[in-house]
């Protein structure tokens, strides 16, 4: 394999390069949009008021929030502190998280500037775009977004510079425009999937103690994407989720113990694999809940899926 694996199909899944990016088609009664050759499923945009606005970029941070690594969800009433703490720092490593708690207070310090006029607005006082609070709100998040490339996936593993920018695009552009991008990065993040979910089929299913295992990654895959285009507020989100998690812990619970090697350095590469599994499942897990794809590590766990394979050819030829 060349890093490149076979995707699982998926039932939006169309590849044909005559549908024109960003068409509309009504399938199974759903309105849905293809992006690079996944149909996603659509959701209504709202009125593009200030109202919309605060109610989304509150959103897209608290979202932003539960993914990224610990301690960074700073209260903008202490950016100064934060600021001058990361300015004053020398240490890199140290320097590198003092930038990401940064990040953290210049968001919140947005999100309190967009409630208060909000506010305002609300008891009728009209909100101009060059208004210098919105142009402070805007800065900080453009700040916070120059600042994003300092901060890790909660795994540790990457970076999410999409889930950075996120909140100051929502803030620049049409609500509209917002959705309609958001639409292009879910089908990035299918494409994820598919792509982990083949490496996992191709390079697991021919191994004796995880023989079976294709039609288990198959779901998972299926259960992962249906997730990733289905919001939270979606009414399907409770039989959407159970079905993600349940696939989930039964790609993880199969294993054929009866083709156990009875050699204990064999035994440890089995052990190996079913750690890397696990590790497949959990990364599939951590695009699928961020919704925003994660190249990076992807290929990572590709390339180690395929030296895992390798390395269980190498024994069976030893044996």
């Given at each position: 394999m060349d890093g490149q694996a076979a995707p699982i199909n998926h039932p939006e899944r169309t590849m044909d390069n005559t549908v024109p990016e960003g068409t509309r088609r009504i399938i199974d009664g759903r309105e849905r949009v293809f992006y690079s050759d996944y149909w996603v499923k659509t959701y209504t945009v709202p009125e593009d008021t200030l109202q919309a606005k605060r109610k989304l970029i509150g959103a897209l941070t608290r979202r932003l929030f539960n993914h990224v690594e610990h301690g960074l969800n700073i209260p903008g009433s202490r950016l100064n502190e934060a600021r001058k703490s990361y300015e004053d720092e020398t240490d890199?490593?140290?320097?590198?998280?003092?930038?990401?708690?940064l990040a953290g207070a210049l968001f919140n310090r947005a999100a309190d500037i967009f409630t208060k006029l909000v506010e305002l607005q609300s008891v009728g006082i009209e909100i101009q775009s060059d208004n210098?609070?919105?142009?402070?709100?805007?800065?900080?998040?453009?700040?916070?977004?120059?600042?994003?490339?300092?901060?890790?996936?909660?795994?540790?593993?990457?970076?999410?510079?999409?889930?950075?920018?996120?909140?100051?695009?929502?803030?620049?552009?049409?609500?509209?425009?917002?959705?309609?991008?958001?639409?292009?990065?879910?089908?990035?993040?299918?494409?994820d999937i598919d792509r982990i979910a083949g490496a996992i089929a191709a390079n697991f299913g021919p191994l004796p103690c995880f023989a079976g295992l294709?039609?288990?990654?198959?779901?998972?895959?299926?259960?992962?994407?249906?997730?990733?285009?289905?919001?939270?507020?979606?009414?399907?989100?409770?039989?959407?989720?159970?079905?993600?998690?349940?696939?989930g812990e039964r790609l993880c619970a199969h294993?054929?113990?009866?083709?156990?090697?009875?050699?204990?350095?064999?035994?440890?590469?089995?052990?190996?694999?079913?750690?890397?599994?696990?590790?497949?499942r959990d990364l599939i897990s951590d695009i699928t809940r961020a919704r925003t794809p994660m190249p990076k590590s992807a290929q990572e766990y590709i390339e180690r899926c395929e030296?895992?394979?390798?390395?269980?050819?190498r024994a069976e030829t030893r044996a």
């Open positions: 890199p490593e140290r320097r590198r998280v003092k930038g990401a708690m210098a609070l919105m142009r402070e709100c805007g800065r900080c998040l453009q700040e916070a977004l120059g600042l994003g490339r300092l901060v890790l996936h909660r795994s540790g593993e990457e970076g999410i510079d999409e889930l950075w920018g996120e909140p100051f695009k929502a803030f620049s552009i049409p609500l509209e425009d917002f959705y309609e991008s958001r639409y292009v990065k879910i089908a990035l993040t299918l494409r294709g039609p288990h990654v198959q779901a998972f895959a299926c259960a992962a994407k249906t997730k990733t285009e289905t919001l939270r507020t979606d009414p399907d989100i409770f039989d959407v989720w159970t079905s993600f998690v349940t696939a294993f054929n113990a009866a083709a156990m090697p009875e050699g204990l350095e064999d035994q440890h590469l089995v052990a190996d694999g079913r750690q890397l599994l696990q590790r497949g030296a895992y394979s390798a390395r269980c050819a």
